[in-house]
């Protein structure tokens, strides 16, 4: 049965904090048309920047997730996105004031509540799912980190937290359908160790931490003068009782609450793919760097599917984007290893070639002469070439500098091609480029038919 898209029936603001930086903020979430995703808007900033909440925007890790995109960052928005995403609302306009989105009572709970005040309208366009066919797999096994995501008819998380912890202990949280959110997981409250406190502070964060929004978990009997130093730290009122296990003798509001709260930032970090998932995810001691990166491989899987269905159309009375002699003026390659005729298709994430393939071509002397095939090596150099001039073309003076291949990764060669063949070359930006540095996955077809694919990681360098 088909699902219809839904956004909110109208907007609706919180004022908070900033957990990290003790920023007052507003956050306003408003309605948006179909197929426009979550996307961030800083108010605050000159031209209002817009922020796609897609795992290739995400810039940091380290205490929350953040998204970078056109000059502007915004910080801890994975309880934002989780409420969002355990709503089941796939399109939302975040404006925030400030650079980190507030922090609340450290849960989903708050956000939860407003849009659920304001209601959902239904969109005709139909819910784009994407379905897991195949286990993606992340994985980080020296610090035994595991997330997988399986096959299945519908999202489902399972999470084990341990962190050698007398208090804690191996805790266990699962969420067996999305309609389950808001009862089980968005109350759950975000969690710290007494001795990450002091640390935190030097480093310029959880200004805007207190006992109403995060769980302080003490692992063993500390002094009193010592729980004051502390507390004066972070100018908060002293504590004058205390005891092993949860610092403010909070009653927790479920017996795994960290263990859940765990699974609500997967829920949050999950919503940077960038459209619903219909599979089970099952995670060994998540944390926000290893839910982007299964975001990541996941949205690399929708890429592929998209562009094995979207074979680029090749209409050789079309003029060209870039000509041979553009494509000179750009690359530095001459005969007998120039591999890009011609440049029929160029945006900010994608590039479209074209590789003529003549029996004169001089390695079908060798390769081989009774069975001439295009080496597969050099197939791959058309490719690289084509992604060569994709980067190059979002620099000034690109005559200036070079592209270099680091890595190739998850090369498959599906089809001989053979003298007549017309190769379309595809390569598509799977993280922009930063420090000289880019990901891309390319694609080479011939009629319908795709014959290799692959990813490449390049660096660009100046010239010397």
């Known amino acids: 049965m088909s699902e219809k898209q839904r956004t909110l029936a109208k907007e609706v603001s919180l004022q908070g904090k900033g957990l990290h930086t003790g920023i007052a903020v507003t956050i306003t979430f408003k309605p948006a048309p179909p197929n426009h995703g979550y996307k961030f808007c800083r108010t605050d900033l000159p031209g209002r920047p817009v922020i796609d909440s897609l795992a290739e925007n995400v810039t940091d890790t380290s205490r929350g997730t953040t998204l970078t995109q056109n000059g502007a960052s915004v910080s801890t928005i994975e309880h934002v996105l989780a409420a969002l995403h355990g709503l089941r609302v796939d399109n939302a306009i975040i404006e925030l004031d400030a650079p980190e989105a507030p922090i609340m009572d450290g849960a989903a709970w708050k956000f939860t509540e407003a849009i659920n005040s304001v209601g959902f309208a239904k969109q005709i366009e139909e819910r784009n799912y994407f379905t897991v066919k195949e286990k993606i797999t992340y994985s980080?096994?020296?610090?035994?980190?595991?997330?997988?995501?399986?096959?299945?008819?519908?999202?489902?998380?399972?999470?084990?937290?341990?962190?050698?912890?007398?208090?804690?202990?191996?805790?266990?949280?699962?969420?067996?359908?999305?309609?389950?959110?808001?009862?089980?997981?968005?109350?759950?409250?975000?969690?710290?160790?007494?001795?990450?406190?002091?640390?935190?502070?030097?480093?310029?964060?959880?200004?805007?931490?207190?006992?109403?929004?995060?769980?302080?978990?003490?692992?063993?009997?500390?002094?009193?003068?010592?729980?004051?130093?502390?507390?004066?730290?972070?100018?908060?009122?002293?504590?004058?009782?205390?005891?092993?296990?949860?610092?403010?003798?909070?009653?927790?509001?479920?017996?795994?609450?960290?263990?859940?709260?765990?699974?609500?930032?997967?829920?949050?970090?999950?919503?940077?793919?960038?459209?619903?998932?219909?599979?089970?995810?099952?995670?060994?001691?998540?944390?926000?760097?290893?839910?982007?990166?299964?975001?990541?491989?996941?949205?690399?899987?929708?890429?592929?599917?998209?562009?094995?269905?979207?074979?680029?159309?090749?209409?050789?009375?079309?003029?060209?984007?870039?000509?041979?002699?553009?494509?000179?003026?750009?690359?530095?390659?001459?005969?007998?290893?120039?591999?890009?005729?011609?440049?029929?298709?160029?945006?900010?994430?994608?590039?479209?070639?074209?590789?003529?393939?003549?029996?004169?071509?001089?390695?079908?002397?060798?390769?081989?002469?009774?069975?001439?095939?295009?080496?597969?090596?050099?197939?791959?150099?058309?490719?690289?070439q084509c992604g060569g001039l994709l980067v190059l073309s979002t620099v000034d003076e690109p005559e200036k500098y070079s592209t270099y291949f680091l890595k190739i990764d998850k090369l498959k060669f599906k089809h001989k091609v053979v003298p007549g063949d017309t190769i379309i070359l595809r390569m598509e930006l799977i993280e922009p480029l930063r420090r000289g540095i880019v990901i891309m996955s390319g694609q080479a077809f011939v009629g319908n038919r795709l014959v290799s694919e692959g990813e490449m990681t390049a660096q660009v360098i100046k010239n010397k």
């Open 140 to 384: 980080d096994e020296e610090r035994g980190v595991d997330l997988i995501i399986y096959p299945d008819d519908h999202l489902s998380i399972n999470a084990l937290i341990d962190y050698n912890s007398r208090i804690l202990g191996n805790q266990y949280a699962i969420l067996d359908t999305i309609d389950d959110f808001e009862k089980e997981i968005c109350r759950s409250r975000t969690f710290v160790f007494f001795h990450e406190l002091e640390p935190l502070h030097k480093m310029g964060l959880i200004k805007g931490g207190d006992l109403d929004n995060a769980i302080v978990i003490l692992e063993e009997e500390v002094e009193q003068d010592e729980i004051d130093r502390i507390a004066r730290l972070f100018n908060r009122p002293l504590i004058s009782t205390h005891i092993a296990g949860i610092l403010n003798n909070t009653e927790l509001r479920y017996p795994n609450e960290p263990a859940r709260h765990k699974l609500l930032d997967i829920m949050g970090d999950l919503a940077l793919v960038g459209q619903p998932i219909k599979g089970k995810v099952v995670a060994t001691r998540p944390g926000h760097y290893a839910n982007t990166r299964l975001a990541k491989l996941i949205r690399k899987e929708i890429k592929k599917a998209h562009s094995k269905t979207n074979i680029p159309a090749y209409d050789p009375t079309v003029p060209p984007v870039y000509t041979i002699e553009d494509i000179k003026a750009r690359l530095p390659h001459r005969y007998p290893f120039l591999m890009v005729d011609k440049i029929i298709s160029l945006d900010e994430t994608t590039v479209v070639g074209i590789k003529n393939v003549s029996f004169n071509e001089p390695f079908f002397q060798g390769h081989f002469p009774d069975e001439p095939v295009m080496p597969g090596v050099l197939l791959v150099e058309a490719l690289a």
